[in-house]
């Protein structure tokens, strides 16, 4: 058995495909020999493929393989299954998943990769390889499943009814996976499908019919569970490189369930346990051989004598131990009694304990509901008759089982109905309460104590008590924690968890009053602080609960403790808005004044939050108003900020001093105006906060209401006299403020209220200046207006012409010249409009600037003219505006350089033809004797290189080195022009001042096809 069967059968059922299982456990060798994965090819992937279906190895492997190749890159009719990714090593997962990603590159429709679960991240990239995904089930999805599956199935007669309903369930789900294309890990039972799978297989060769006809009867579990091994045999087999070993020959085969009984005990149970199991002939042999278990991820690998492997399945291990408990109740009732002790709190007994639960209410409706812990389940079985009293084969009621697996909300739900807390079980004599403190089931423990069980039966002798008080402290275990306070003589009331805390701050912290009350009548120091100061009263004024609070105050609680930053109960309190405990705090001795580390008190905790009633209560217990925090902030400044227009109003009726600054000198009405709080601006302007006031940076509330875009309180501070023409640090009026954020009403608004339109900043940018820059071209008409000067300039001499026409606004650009703007102004280096307007590409803007008189061939600092603009950007309608006002095609720049070499530099062969056109002068040479055919021919600009010779260029012009373009043309490997050049009669065998010619120019550059051309034209290599 095994998956490879499972999965061909899926194959067929799903698609009719081929199906290729490819475990990469067995072609190691295969993936050790491949290169690593730059170097790997589709053939690889093949010839991986064909060794995986047993391709490579048949009669006719060369045909065959042409089939894998069909199917693979034409039909597609092809399944892949990947197992064992996650167990080979890194070098060979890299070369698997690159394999994987060729695959997905052919036709194939359905590729599958298994897993188990805690490998899901190790095989992130091989998922992302995979059309879809399943996993097998852990070790404690396989414990549920079997659980469900076989619990009530007799021991001594298995149909296979459980196995096919889970063959068809694992089915169905993969099937629906591979219909929505699904290819995360999908959880489904593959170990126990492939469980049933081999079950059915064994039963047709048995009995000579289909799978799909199964006995009732006569098929072992032995049969079944022989098989599973033996696939698990063989893998260890080839891990361990462990020599062949005969399964029928096994010490053991005879006796197979109490040999694998007597591992589960041996494994699950500890020595002195395991002596109190009867004696067996294999017992002796399995402790001597403790040291021979090999623990795995799904099972036990046992090393006999002989060193043959025998592997043992979790799953079954504690099937079998199980079993071994229920059977031998009567025949060994101190080792079951023992065992079972030692499994009800124990990790490694969990598995065993929850199948063996799942056999004890077999047949037993509301044990069954209260082991899934179901309200629902629990209800409907106690509705249907289910009687609560009834007992399962430990003599256990419902009661007491769900006691002992801690179902507290089963436990409230059978308490209700009348079970008896006091009922004890026949195995061991326990009550529930004496399960549920054994097992540390708090909670459920809590429930039964409130039900009326005896207090007596709480055991504390084998838990830990710091942990369970620690516990009941979170759940609020009230009766519990007067259990063990009462048997420890109130000991451990005080005793120090995490960060220090104590249980009564824990219980305080979870608002359990009754359990608070029970440490304080144990005698809990509420003056305890933890790791951060804090004492029991500052959680209970953080989670406002009044009558914890009202509690630790009686207690002679401080309420005026602060922890390690300086904050007090009271501060706590105001900042949670509890309105409740702030009172209490207030009535008990609170400082409303005290300060913590910051400077800060409760008022300006509460300040910003909105919670007006506890504002009211700390100002009418004389809390200061005025007081600030560390930079100053008062309650008054936060609220402006905040827009909290009621608190301004109480901190104004109780005394707040509207024109207090903080440490930046800012006042609460700036920090209304900065935030377009209009309604509290009023209400401080009415008040008579100061619209003048200037923080630190000289900038007043007018300036920050214009910033902010707020005409609403702009108005109000302007009607409350606010300086219109007051500057800050940078010279910045507030109408720099209004054009910079687009408030063409507050522009408006300041313009009307004699704000100048002409004041400049430290660096002399007008209001028309950054409306100019930004294209606002309604403030624009206003300021102009009002008396903007259109002329004036800034330090760098720039004017608002400048700017508009760098920026492309051309609507503004005409504006501004019908309100007479100088076209021909020049900045501090030289550059007008009309070079600015070609720079930028905006040929509106340079029509509108010709139109209106601007010199086409002014020169800035460098000796640009306009055309040089033009041409370096490559603007061919500007240009020809251009060319068409008469700008000069051959005006040099201060390096000689026209706008034709430009052209020809940049490749621009439309406005090289323009300027050719224009008269450029074609042999005009720069500084360094370059020509425009220099310029194209370093650059590889062929199409202009043939434009240049059909306009007469000198092929054989040399510069101040003596190098040609020619020579240009086959250093850069230029091929079409060096063609061109041969047709254009360019002399070939020139030398330059270094005794180079084009031939050697483009031999050293191994430029083959010049050098061809080069022969053809019969050149001779001159030294």
């Given at each position: ?210 799978v799909s006809l199964l006995p009732q009867s006569g098929i072992s579990l032995y049969q079944l569970y022989r098989r ?657 006002s008469q700008a000069d095609p051959n005006a040099g720049d201060k390096d000689g350089v026209t706008p034709l070499m ?122």
């Open positions: 058995m095994g998956k490879s069967r499972f999965l061909q059968r899926l194959a067929a059922e799903a698609a009719q495909r081929w199906a290729v299982l490819l475990q990469a456990l067995d072609h190691r060798n295969l993936l050790r020999d491949f290169p690593q994965p730059p170097d790997l090819t589709q053939e690889h992937m093949v010839e991986l493929l064909a060794v995986a279906a047993g391709v490579a190895a048949s009669s006719s492997p060369e045909s065959t393989q042409r089939f894998l190749k069909a199917a693979l890159h034409e039909s597609g009719d092809i399944a892949v299954f990947v197992d064992g990714v996650d167990e080979i090593c890194p070098s060979y997962k890299d070369k698997l998943v690159r394999l994987l990603e060729m695959l997905l590159e052919t036709k194939v429709k359905l590729v599958w990769v298994s897993s188990r679960p805690e490998a899901e991240l190790v095989l992130t990239k091989a998922l992302r390889c995979a059309t879809s995904s399943l996993r097998p089930f852990s070790q404690e999805e396989q414990k549920n499943h079997l659980c469900r599956h076989w619990s009530s199935v007799d021991p001594r007669n298995r149909p296979p009814a459980a196995f096919e309903a889970l063959a068809a369930e694992m089915v169905a789900a993969l099937h629906g996976a591979a219909g929505r294309g699904q290819r995360t890990l999908l959880d489904v039972p593959l170990h126990a499908q492939m469980a049933a799978e081999a079950y059915a297989t064994q039963a047709a060769q048995a009995l000579g019919t289909g599973f091994v033996e696939r698990k045999r063989d893998l260890y087999e080839r891990r361990f490189g462990l020599k062949d070993a005969n399964f029928d020959n096994l010490p053991f085969a005879d006796n197979f369930e109490e040999i694998h009984q007597n591992c589960a005990m041996l494994i699950l149970v500890s020595d002195g346990t395991l002596n109190k199991v009867d004696s067996s002939p294999f017992k002796d042999y399995i402790v001597k051989k403790r040291h021979n278990l090999i623990k795995e991820k799904t099972g036990i690998l046992w090393l006999g004598e002989d060193e043959m492997p025998h592997f043992l399945h979790y799953t079954f291990i504690e099937y079998f131990a199980a079993r071994w408990l229920l059977e031998n109740q009567e025949e060994a009732p101190e080792a079951v009694k023992e065992i079972w002790r030692s499994l009800l709190n124990r990790d490694v007994g969990v598995g065993v304990r929850h199948v063996l639960e799942h056999m004890l209410s077999d047949g037993l409706p509301l044990h069954r509901a209260a082991l899934e812990g179901s309200e629902g389940a629990l209800e409907a079985a106690l509705e249907a008759g289910g009687d609560p009293d009834e007992s399962d084969r430990f003599g256990r009621t419902a009661l007491v089982q769900a006691a002992s697996l801690g179902r507290a909300d089963a436990v409230g739900a059978l308490l209700a109905k009348g079970c008896d807390p006091g009922r004890r079980d026949a195995l061991l004599g326990w009550t529930a309460l004496r399960y549920a403190s054994a097992c540390g089931h708090l909670e459920a423990a809590e429930r039964l104590l409130q039900g009326g069980a005896d207090p007596n039966h709480f055991v504390t002798h084998n838990i830990s008590i710091p942990d369970t008080v620690l516990k009941a402290a979170e759940l609020g275990c009230s009766e519990i924690m007067d259990i063990i306070l009462k048997k420890e003589k109130g000991r451990c009331v005080d005793i120090r968890f995490g960060i220090n805390e104590t249980p009564i701050m824990i219980a305080t912290a979870c608002g359990h009053k009754n359990t608070v009350n029970i440490l304080l009548k144990y005698g809990a120091d509420v003056t305890k602080k933890d790791f951060w100061k804090s004492q029991a009263l500052h959680y209970a004024a953080n989670g406002g609960n009044i009558e914890i609070t009202k509690l630790l105050l009686d207690s002679k609680a401080d309420p005026n403790a602060r922890d390690i930053h300086g904050v007090t109960p009271l501060m706590r309190a105001a900042m949670s808005g509890d309105a409740q405990s702030t009172e209490l705090l207030l009535e008990r001795g609170a400082d409303v004044n005290l300060k913590d580390v910051h400077n800060t008190t409760a008022l300006r905790y509460v300040t910003g939050s909105g919670r007006l009633e506890i504002k009211k209560l700390l100002l009418e217990n004389k809390a200061d108003p005025n007081e600030g925090d560390g930079w100053g902030f008062t309650p008054l400044m936060r609220s402006a900020e905040d827009g909290d227009a009621r608190s301004i109003v109480l901190l104004l009726k109780h005394g707040a001093d509207v024109n207090q600054s903080n440490v930046f000198n800012s006042t609460a009405l700036h920090y209304a105006a900065k935030n377009g709080h209009h309604e509290i601006t009023k209400t401080l302007l009415e008040s008579e906060a100061d619209p003048n006031a200037a923080s630190e940076w000289d900038e007043t509330p007018l300036m920050m209401a214009t910033a902010a875009g707020d005409a609403k309180s702009t108005k109000l501070l302007l009607e409350h006299g606010a300086n219109v023409n007051r500057r800050n640090l940078h010279k910045r009026t507030a109408l720099h403020y209004a054009t910079t954020s687009g408030g063409n009403q507050i522009t408006k608004l300041l313009l009307e209220n004699k704000a100048d339109p002409n004041a400049g900043n430290g660096w002399g940018f007008t209001p028309l200046m950054r409306s100019a820059l930004d294209g606002d071209a309604r403030s624009i008409e206003l300021l102009l207006k009002h008396g903007a000067d259109v002329n004036q300039s800034n330090v760098d001499n720039s004017t608002a012409l400048h700017y508009a026409a760098k920026n492309g606004h051309h609507e503004i650009t005409k504006t501004l010249l019908e309100s007479e703007a100088d076209p021909n102004a020049a900045n501090e280096w030289g550059a007008t409009p009309l070079m600015m307007a070609t720079a930028a590409g905006d040929a509106k803007s340079t029509k509108l600037l010709l139109e209106h008189g601007a010199n086409v061939n002014r020169r800035n600092q460098h000796k640009w003219t306009a055309l040089h603009y033009a041409t370096t950007s490559g603007r061919n309608q500007i240009t020809k505006l251009l060319l068409g430009w052209a020809a530099e940049s490749g621009d062969a439309p406005s090289t033809e323009l300027l050719l056109e224009h008269g450029a002068d074609v042999s005009r040479m720069d500084e360094e004797h370059w020509t425009a055919l220099h310029y194209a021919t370093s650059r590889n600009r062929h199409r202009v290189t043939k434009l240049l010779l059909e306009s007469k260029a000198d092929p054989n012009a040399v510069d101040r080195d003596g190098v040609t373009p020619r020579m240009w043309a086959a250093w850069v490997g230029d091929a079409q022009s060096t063609r061109i050049f041969l047709e254009h009669g360019a002399a070939v065998s020139q030398i330059d001042e270094e005794h180079w010619t084009v031939l050697s120019s483009a031999f050293s550059r191994s430029r083959n096809k010049i050098m061809k051309d080069l022969s053809e034209s019969k050149m001779i290599l001159t030294q």
